[in-house]
């Protein structure tokens, strides 16, 4: 019966969303009132409201409706959707002060005389657009208004003058920052999550191990992280339409003639199209750039383009009027000396220590009254002016609202799904399929791309992602990353807007194109270019690391970036380390022996031995990575014959942990059954029968596995442990062998500092025999905190500790602290006196072999990785690399 309620609940949803029902209420309507015709069913047919549904019930759905809207609203972590209004309201913002009316202009009459230049001006202001104001209805009604006519008249083909627009407006839909890219994240963080959960279940059947590796979790996808991967597909696509449009007119003269620029090219000329493009460009870099640097989040991007947006419309409402450029040169002006103020001064009021630290924090507190007097300057006139912000203010309130209100509907419309099984059902068929993950993916694509006939951008997210990304993400063969693939749904519903007979572009150029302009020829121009989308769509997806290097490469870079010892990084980096080896094993090998001929006879033995045992180490790192090399070849020579069985056997697990699970459900109705008032002896027997059938065909499927089964995964696990333990053997090798000398190191550097504090022992021993026992003991604690921070000083910390025993309690024994503490002062002149040999004799030698060794053997060790180094290993990260035969 499940079965039909989740047929009623699509065909509700279907006719509500056909019949022009607000898309804001068809998404909960229909869940609300299929729940409700199920709820009522199972009350007068079964006497329960939750018979008809597979998960939980009407109680169990509410509860899910409520925890949504409290993790949309409520939930602090959950900040993602902050950003939504923030870069809506600077779209508005940008399209009501006009700034595409400037760039077309301006890009046309530069453009214009190439072949195709027109149209190629339009996918130029239309990308740029795209990265400031992302709002496709707009960028489409304005073009279409300014250069359409244009054009027209300069006999371009009504086909490909409709389509380039069409296709220009859409770019807003990909290229960041985009609120689809936004909404995608926000839905495939959670669908991430799911796929995590899922692949550890599954990985724990596979293995019978509880713990699944880190480095084959599920790579989830931030705002950020959807900005950047959809940055460079966006380009290429930009690319393609430009290319496309010069070819044609190339080709065909006749559909896209030059237009000869009447004016002349003077410094008048530069300085229309500087003022026009170089400060939407600003705005672009400072906000993609401060996200790509790592300087600021997606959501304080959204505020700097917000404000920035206001700045820009302040002097564009006031063009021509005095004082329109004041706010935003003042703002320049104090976020410039800001900046500065940054680089020469500490601007923290806790830590000002003298005069010129005050004068800092003086300058700044000035400049950033000057900058909140413009925003505010900006501000009154965006309000004052036509009642620009007013109008802003109002179209942001009301499209984010539609934005959150659909959200909330499709997430019960999602549970409400999930409730009768639906999910469940598309796992089912899509993991039955032939082909794999590839063929699952192609599927889903084609069905998006279908449902973008229909359907709206913001409703295929919201409805069909939540429920197909969790199945697709968690495949361990594929293992694709969450951003590659919400950059390639989101390059699929960007066709959306241009497939009929409900493309969006098509409407809104349809009511502001000539009537001699028929819809055909818009829908023919349209068509073209959906090929062209597809097309880049293709392009991202045969090469993912087009859509997964620049998230890397930022994630790698930034403030928060993972220290080369994360375990996630160690295969790529090795990697690359590797060939570092191989280019300077002459000289690290020679710097190697080189150390080993410094004097160490005036250390202590401890330190002797350990530094011995160091060099030794680091001579033995070139054998331990011939070994790695030996056994990871050991393991890929035998992975392609070992993986036909692997697969054919996984499958026939699987479909046997199926028929376990259907036997599983049989018994628990059958029990249930056996439970009630009037047992239906016969429907225990059809039960019966039906499990004895299907543990008959578990039995033949088991059966059906190969003999050679066992010992070809035990010598493939066996390989994968010894790769797996040649290259922790390594990774041990290295940081024993280099973390001594980074302990040597910062103990010479630290001499000075413990020569400051062997001069508190006299007085602190005076101290003792003075003064009370409590205040003795006070005193020592605090020299054995500030001694404690140098390193290695346990021989000294240990009489510290052995000083304060003495002078506990309530008959303290002074004779014996002061014993203790005159040991300790002994303890820490040695030391003293072989750091100071130690500087002189060896320090040098310890730097030399540190700048020699610390990009190799010492760089798990080092904070960052070199900005070479994170470009190579971005690169590697961004392949999907296969993980199935570990599970």
Request: proline residues 4%.
């Amino acid at each position: 019966m499940e079965l039909y309620f989740l047929v009623l609940l699509v065909a509700i949803m279907v006719f509500a969303l056909t019949s022009g029902f607000p898309v804001a209420f068809a998404l909960p309507g229909s869940a609300v009132v299929t729940i409700c015709i199920a709820a009522f069913c199972g009350w007068i047919f079964e006497g329960n409201v939750d018979a008809y549904f597979v998960l939980g019930g009407p109680n169990q759905w509410l509860s899910a409706g409520v925890t949504n809207y409290r993790s949309l609203y409520w939930v602090v972590e959950r900040d993602t959707l902050i950003a939504i209004p923030l870069f809506i309201f600077m779209g508005i913002m940008l399209q009501r002060s006009r700034i595409a009316e400037d760039l077309l202009v301006a890009m046309a009459q530069l453009f214009g005389p190439i072949p195709g230049g027109l149209g190629i001006s339009v996918v130029f202001v239309g990308a740029l657009l795209a990265a400031t104001t992302g709002i496709v209805g707009a960028t489409v009604i304005a073009m279409g208004l300014i250069s359409l006519p244009a054009m027209l008249r300069n006999n371009y083909s009504k086909s490909l003058a409709c389509g380039t627009i069409c296709a220009s407006g859409t770019l807003g839909q990909i290229i960041p920052p985009s609120i689809v890219l936004i909404i995608l994240a926000d839905q495939l963080s959670s669908a991430a999550d799911q796929a995590a959960t899922t692949r550890k279940s599954e990985y724990k059947e596979a293995t019978g191990q509880f713990s699944m590796p880190g480095d084959f979790d599920v790579v989830t996808a931030s705002a950020g992280d959807m900005f950047m991967g959809a940055f460079i597909p966006g380009m290429i696509l930009v690319g393609i339409y430009m290319l496309y449009i010069l070819i044609s007119a190339l080709i065909k003269p006749e559909i896209a003639p030059p237009v000869p620029f009447e004016g002349k090219y003077d410094h008048r000329f530069v300085g229309k199209v500087l003022l026009a493009l170089v400060p939407p460009l600003a705005l672009i870099f400072i906000v993609l750039g401060s996200i790509i640097l790592g300087v600021a989040t997606v959501n304080q991007a959204g505020a700097i383009g917000a404000i920035g947006a206001m700045m820009m419309g302040s002097y564009r409402l006031m063009e021509g009027k005095p004082r329109a450029y004041y706010p935003a040169a003042m703002a320049i002006g104090s976020v410039i000396v800001i900046i500065v103020l940054l680089n020469l001064f500490d601007l923290n009021i806790k830590n000002i220590e003298n005069g010129e630290d005050a004068l800092g924090i003086a300058l700044g507190v000035i400049a950033a009254l000057v900058l909140i007097v413009s925003i505010g300057w900006a501000t009154i006139r965006a309000y004052r002016v036509d009642d620009t912000l007013h109008g802003v203010m109002m179209d942001t309130a009301k499209t984010t609202s539609m934005v959150f209100i659909i959200l909330l509907g499709a997430a019960m419309l999602t549970s409400a799904f999930r409730g009768f099984g639906g999910e469940e059902l598309v796992k089912e068929h899509l993991t039955s399929m032939p082909g794999g993950f590839w063929t699952q993916f192609v599927v889903v694509m084609a069905v998006i791309f279908f449902l973008g006939f229909f359907l709206d951008f913001l409703e295929i997210a919201v409805v069909v992602v939540p429920i197909v990304a969790p199945i697709l993400l968690s495949d361990p063969g594929a293992n694709v990353t969450a951003v590659w693939f919400g950059v390639m749904v989101g390059l699929n519903i960007q066709t959306s807007f241009l497939t009929p007979p409900f493309g969006f572009s098509l409407f809104y150029l349809r009511g502001v194109a000539p009537k001699d302009v028929r819809t055909t020829q818009i829908y023919k121009g349209a068509a073209a270019f959906i090929v062209l989308q597809l097309a880049g769509l293709a392009i991202a997806g045969a090469f993912p690391s087009l859509v997964n290097y620049l998230p890397n490469k930022t994630h790698l870079i930034s403030e928060t970036a993972p220290p080369p010892s994360n375990p996630k990084l160690q295969e790529c980096l090795e990697s690359y380390l590797f060939v570092e080896y191989d280019d300077s094993k002459a000289v690290i090998e020679k710097s190697i022996e080189r150390i080993k001929t410094a004097n160490l006879g005036y250390l202590p033995d401890e330190y002797q031995e350990r530094l011995h045992e160091s060099y030794k180490q680091a001579g033995s790192t070139f054998a331990l990575i011939e070994d790695i090399r030996s056994t990871a070849s050991a393991f890929q020579a035998y992975t392609p014959g070992y993986r036909p069985l692997h697969v054919e056997v996984r499958q026939i697990q699987k479909k046997i942990r199926r028929l376990n699970d259907d036997i599983e459900l049989l018994n628990d109705k059958r029990q249930r059954i056996a439970y009630d008032d009037n047992v239906d002896q016969q429907l225990i027997d059809e039960i019966l029968v039906e499990i004895a059938e299907l543990e008959k065909q578990s039995t033949v499927l088991e059966s059906s596995i190969s003999e050679e089964w066992q010992d070809a995964r035990a010598r493939f696990e066996t390989l994968a442990k010894a790769e797996k333990s040649a290259r922790l053997k390594y990774r041990q090798n290295v940081d024993d062998s280099y973390g001594m000398i980074v302990t040597m190191r910062k103990m010479i550097s630290e001499t000075d500092a413990l020569q400051d504090l062997q001069e508190q022992f006299e007085p602190l021993i005076e101290q003792i025999r003075q003064q009370s026992a409590e205040q003795g003991l006070d005193a020592v604690k605090a020299l054995g905190l500030e001694i404690d921070k140098l390193t290695e000083t346990h021989r000294i910390t240990s009489k510290l500790s052995k000083a304060k025993r003495a002078l506990r309690g309530n008959t303290p024994d002074k004779d014996k602290a002061i014993t203790e503490m005159t040991l300790a002062a002994e303890i820490i002149q040695s030391e003293i006196e072989w750091h100071r040999r130690a500087e002189q004799q060896l320090s040098s030698d310890l730097e030399e072999y540190d700048r020699v060794i610390a990009s190799t053997i010492g760089m798990r060790m080092q904070e960052r990785l070199t900005s070479e180094q994170a470009e190579s290993i971005a690169g590697c990260l961004s392949v999907h690399k296969d993980l199935s035969l570990h599970f």
